[in-house]
């Protein structure tokens, strides 16, 4: 019996994507993982997973390797992002043994091949293992260089038909119109389509993810990653940002 968070509210999704970025299971560590930062997160994904929400998850690597600012210091860039590909496997590690001590059944699907550590991406797989009430870490990005996990997230989303993306920063609420960690004066956007994400260059994430999302009417819930918020996000409470295109009117 997994040891779940008391979320006690009903999900408001049926089936979503959570992207962790790497940071956030760093803690107040400068570098890697943290254990009880990470077992916290777990607590919270198996509290709303408990629930009956069918939750897959993409983790980033930037806690450990972020292959552009490998790049910048002289290496080969397609390179310098395997190696933040493979970074992210690690964090998957972490993540599904944090979930499977609170006695949570997971898989891990790579979308590079480490056939001893993760099953590969099979798509149909990872539907299956949703649908059998497993979580789902999606590892290694999209499997390609020259990508982020933030376009891993809005791509895998997208395969898996979930109903939206829950997008949890790392110590920043929501969206702004101004990096609030440097600029004070930055006000909070509550919520804005997709499109104006991309023209006013607004962090949410990265413009080939969001033009993803617009493309495909997917929505993106930003908030931030602070104890309880998982479990807010997924049971339908207004939380941080919204950024979602209302359908064309025919
Ligand atoms: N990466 C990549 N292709 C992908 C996903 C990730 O090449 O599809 C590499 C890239 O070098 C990136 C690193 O993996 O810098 C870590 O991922 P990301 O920066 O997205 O992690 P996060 O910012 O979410 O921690």
Redesign the pocket.
Known sequence: MAERAPSGAAPAFRRVLLKL???ALMGDHDYGTDPKTVDAIAREIVGVQGEGLELAIVV????I????SAAAEGMDRAT???A??L??VLNALALQDALERLGADTRVLS?LEVSEVAEPYIRRRAMRHLEKGRIVIFAA????????????AALRALEIGAEAILMAKNGVSGVYDGDPRQDPAARFVPELTHLEAIERGLRVMDTTALSLCMDNSLPIHVFELAEGNIVRVASGERLGTVVATPPAAS
């Open positions: 970025s790497g940071e980033g690597g930037g806690n390797y972020r292959g552009i310098a992002d395997y933040g590909m970074a992210t979308a990005g999209t499997g390609n260089p020259f990508f982020t996990t933030d376009t891993a």
